[in-house]
Structure formats: structure tokens, C-alpha cells
């Protein structure tokens, strides 16, 4: 049975490289087995997340409590890729 991923896209106020690395390692123990990456080109500093299993509330808490902003703009879900 194939198992759909959902894709969480998220605006921040994620400014740079050293902002993302005090946060990485929350981000990575709070979404194990989950991608996610964080494109401070964007002007919204997108956060997308890919996973199994909705994340949503968990992820906006966590930047909340960091003392970023985390607006959820858009969840699908999409067949893995092979």
C-alpha cells in the first residue's frame, strides 16, 4: 500500500544561517524520520516540512517558543517518490 506524504509549507521570520542552526536540532528531534529545510532566499523564508504524519501544530509551537513567527500557508499531501 502506498503511503501519502503531507507537505506543510510555513512563512517564518527565520533570518540566517546562524538563526536555523540554534534550531536545527529541535527541528530534527521533533520531526525523526521527517524532511524539512528552511530557504532563507525566499523572502518568506519558507519551512517545508515532509512527512508521514501531521506535524503542523507541533512545528509552529516549537518556532513560537523560540520566539519565531510560523504561519502555516499550505498542507497536501503527495504520493512518495521512489
Not at 9 to 36: C, D, P, R
Request: hydrophobic share 40%; proline share 2%; with cysteine.
Amino acid at each position: 500500500m502506498l503511503k501519502y506524504v503531507m507537505i506543510s509549507i510555513f512563512k517564518t521570520n527565520i533570518q540566517t544561517g546562524v538563526e536555523l542552526n540554534k534550531i536545527a536540532n529541535h527541528l530534527n528531534n521533533l520531526l525523526s524520520g521527517a524532511t524539512w529545510s528552511v530557504d532563507l532566499s525566499d523572502s518568506d523564508k519558507i519551512l517545508r516540512i515532509d512527512s508521514s504524519i501531521d506535524k503542523i501544530g507541533d512545528a509552529v509551537s516549537l518556532l513560537t517558543k523560540f520566539g519565531y513567527d510560523c504561519e502555516n500557508l499550505q498542507n497536501f499531501y503527495a504520493p512518495p517518490v521512489w
